[in-house]
């Protein structure tokens, strides 16, 4: 069966500081992977997707991404986190051959310390 | 572009009674339509597929019978949940994928509470 797992429910770093968001997945098939972030009552935006090419994708405000298969993981990196920053982000995988059906991770809450 | 839409944003209906939620692609077509449900502090969850002109598959667990999926044209898709109850109160997104795309695009998302 196909999952993603987020292990950090929360996190909480500093305003400037570096940010790391872990996501895993379990697929059957070569995954298209995204991440989006949440805003509270709203919708999603998306950050940024890989699906194929270089391992490295870079996104909207300043994210950035890697995708390694040899750890089926897609990390979300910045560099320098700002307070609109706070939001929960998702990590999500598609594929062709399950029809595009995105499976999600369970969120994780970022929260920026000022 | 690529600018999905939900109608309305938010409802409060009462217990027993039936909603409807629309979906539109504003600038492409749908070829195919997602329905997710999020519950308070959890991630989302597909409720069915639905391809234009054709039935929707629905997800193991969910009841055709009570989230009706209607997507009759390549712009709309309408999600009615009928004889709702407070454990349907959630938020309910759509998203769209254009024939040929492998992306999809999500509407902003419709809170029903049901009192």
């Known amino acids: 069966a196909q999952s993603v797992t987020q292990p950090d429910i929360h996190i909480t770093v500093s305003e400037g500081a570096s940010l790391e968001l872990r996501c895993n997945y379990s697929y059957g098939a070569t995954p298209y992977l995204f991440w989006y972030v949440q805003s509270p009552g709203q919708g999603l935006q998306l950050l940024l997707k890989y699906f194929s090419g270089d391992t490295l994708v870079q996104g909207i405000k300043g994210f950035e991404a890697e995708f390694k298969r040899s750890q089926s993981s897609f990390n979300l990196r910045k560099p320098s986190v700002h307070w609109s920053d706070a939001a929960e982000y998702f990590c999500?995988?598609?594929?062709?051959?399950?029809?595009?059906?995105?499976?999600f991770g369970a969120g994780t809450i970022l929260r920026v310390k000022s | 572009g690529a600018v999905v839409s939900q109608h309305p944003s938010r409802v409060i209906c009462k217990s027993g009674t039936s909603v409807k939620i629309e979906c539109r692609s504003l600038?492409?077509?749908?070829?195919?339509m997602f329905w997710y449900r999020q519950f308070p502090k959890q991630s989302l969850m597909l409720m069915a597929t639905?391809?234009?002109?054709?039935?929707?598959?629905?997800e193991q667990g969910v009841e055709k019978d009570k989230f009706l999926i209607n997507h009759a044209s390549l712009t709309l898709s309408t999600l009615t949940v009928t004889s709702a109850h407070p454990e349907d109160s959630s938020f309910y997104i759509c998203s769209a994928r254009e024939g040929g795309v492998d992306e999809q695009y999500f509407g902003p998302g419709t809170r029903l509470t049901v009192t």
């Open positions: 600038d492409f077509q749908a070829t195919t």
């Open positions: 999500a995988v598609g594929a062709k051959e399950y029809g595009n059906k995105l499976v």
């Open positions: 639905s391809n234009e002109g054709s039935k929707a598959t629905y």
